[in-house]
Every structure is written in C-alpha cells, then in structure tokens.
Nanobody, 122 residues
Framework: QVQLVESGGGLVQAGGSLRLSCAAS????????MGWFRQAPGKERECVAV????????YYADAVKGRFTISRHNAKNTVYLQMNSLKPEDTAVYYC???????????????WGQGTQVTVSS
C-alpha cells in the first residue's frame, strides 16, 4: 500500500515556475511508476507526465513538453514536477499517482494523492 501527499501548489503569474512534490509512504515506492495528472474545472483528468520506477523513462503530454520536468528520488520516496514557463491554461488541481506499470492512462493507477491547486494568473 502506498499513500501519497502532494505539496508545492499555489498562485503564480504567467511565465513563472513552481515545483510540486509528492511524498510517498511505504517501502515499495521504488517499484512503482509515478505519474502527475491534472484536472481543470469542467474538464477531464489528464496525464501530464510519467516516470518509470528507475527514473530511466519518462512521458510528457504535448502541452507541457519542454516546460515541465518529472523526476524522482527513490531514497527519499519523493517524486517531483518542475513546472517552468507556466501558462494560465496550466491552472488545475494536480495529482500524483502510483502504478505498477508505466502508463499514461489514469485507470492503471491504483494510488492517488489528494491533489494540490495550481493557479496561473495572466
């Protein structure tokens, strides 16, 4: 069982940066692929980025490529999402999630955090 807690969200102006963190409990963190998802009001939840258990493989949604970077520190049981050049359309609740496989589909993720709000003002 893995419990996930996100932090680092907030209000930022367009063009600014934020770094989200997701702290995981449990000794099996390093065996999970980790994903960041987001959900804006009135929209479906979408995958933003995924990182493999080793950190050797990654996936980014087209909307964030070149601006966001996902990373993980297995010794600290933490996954990060560095978000640069933020845009108003990045405004959403951001969730981290853990999956037994490397996948961008939310249905494959068994463990979810509570979410952290990111608001980008224009």
């Amino acid at each position: 069982q893995v419990q996930l807690v996100e932090s680092g969200g907030g209000l930022v102006q367009a063009g600014g940066s934020l770094r989200l963190s997701c702290a995981a409990s449990g000794r099996t963190f390093s065996s999970y692929a980790m994903g960041w998802f987001r959900q804006a009001p009135g929209k479906e939840r979408e995958c933003v980025a995924v990182i493999s258990w080793s950190g050797g493989a990654g996936y980014y949604a087209d909307a964030v490529k070149g601006r966001f970077t996902i990373s993980r520190h297995n010794a600290k049981n933490t996954v990060y999402l560095q978000m640069n050049s933020l845009k108003p359309e990045d405004t959403a609740v951001y969730y981290c999630a853990a999956s037994g496989i490397f996948d961008r589909l939310s249905t494959t993720y068994d463990h979810w955090g509570q979410g952290t709000q990111v608001t980008v003002s224009s």
